[in-house]
């Protein structure tokens, strides 16, 4: 049993951090108002948008992001799992092991205190970061590399690739896969599209000829981007999960970080160990 000292601090600091972005206008990335489709959230957007600029512009080399590249030259790259499908939704279903893969986007106080619990609690994760995040916050590369996580591509806008022309798809991919070389030496262990839980056929190619053997999706779905209470999220997810599923999280939902400490016990009594989706393949 996890104890209720430490829960409460995590809930805390989910506070703090969703108290922060608040007083900025704004949660997970940048876009104010309730109307609005949470933008760590990869639920289809109804709301036409100005389409994203193409420009991989990288941001430049400062001692921060200069030391974090350095230190993270051995990140490893894409790996091909022969048998498997071109995109990925969940691992063997005949080994207790599960992947939380998380929407890498949001505050950084929020995407840490997730880190540290998962790590307390011996469980390892796959962080798909947005480019543009990564940008503003280059040292949670490393410190999610660091942690034994997996670091994977989730583009570089987060808007919705599926509506684009290959011409915007194919630079939303390399875009963040750019940041993702700059920052580890490598372009990430995977890739997810942005604002969909499957990838079109024009997609899949494209993240072939990025360099992603396998786009990666999910079978359970937390739904914590509709922030619907802690308790409701790990429901949610202890509902449908099983042996070799691959669950969708957030980083920037202070719901998500508060569930945390109950879903990763409830894992544990079952059996279900949390690891890397590299593990969960190999």
Not at 7 to 15: T, V
């Amino acid at each position: 049993m996890i104890p209720i000292d430490r829960r409460s601090a995590l809930r805390a600091a989910a506070g703090a951090a969703v108290t922060g972005a608040l007083a900025t206008g704004c949660t997970d990335g940048g876009r104010a108002g309730p109307a609005a489709v949470p933008s760590g959230s990869d639920a289809p957007s109804t709301a036409p948008s100005t389409p994203p600029s193409t420009s991989t512009s990288l941001p430049p080399t400062g001692s921060a992001a200069g030391n974090a590249r350095r230190a993270a030259r051995d990140a490893p790259p894409p790996r091909r799992f022969p048998g498997q499908p071109a995109e990925i939704a969940h691992g063997p279903r005949n080994h207790p092991r599960v992947a939380l893969t998380f929407h890498g986007q949001g505050d950084p106080a929020t995407a840490t205190a997730v880190l540290s619990e998962a790590e307390r609690a011996g469980a390892r994760i796959t962080v798909l970061a947005v480019g543009g995040w990564l940008d503003e916050h280059p040292s949670l590369a490393r410190r999610i590399l660091d942690g034994g996580h997996d670091l994977g591509n989730h583009t570089l806008h987060h808007t919705d690739i599926s509506t684009m022309d290959e011409a915007e798809a194919y630079a939303e991919i390399t875009g963040c896969a750019q940041r993702l070389r700059r920052l580890t030496g490598s372009i990430g262990s995977w890739f997810r599209p942005s604002r969909t839980q499957h990838a079109t056929p024009l997609v899949q190619r494209l993240a072939r000829r990025a360099g992603y053997p396998h786009v990666l999706s999910y079978d359970v779905d937390s739904l914590d981007y509709t922030s619907p209470g802690a308790a409701a999220v790990t429901r949610t997810v202890t509902g449908q999960i099983r042996n070799g599923s691959v669950v969708s999280l957030h980083f920037g939902y202070a719901d998500t970080v508060a569930a945390l400490p109950a879903l990763l016990d409830a894992l544990e009594r079952r059996g279900l160990r949390a690891v890397t989706t590299t593990e969960l393949l190999t």
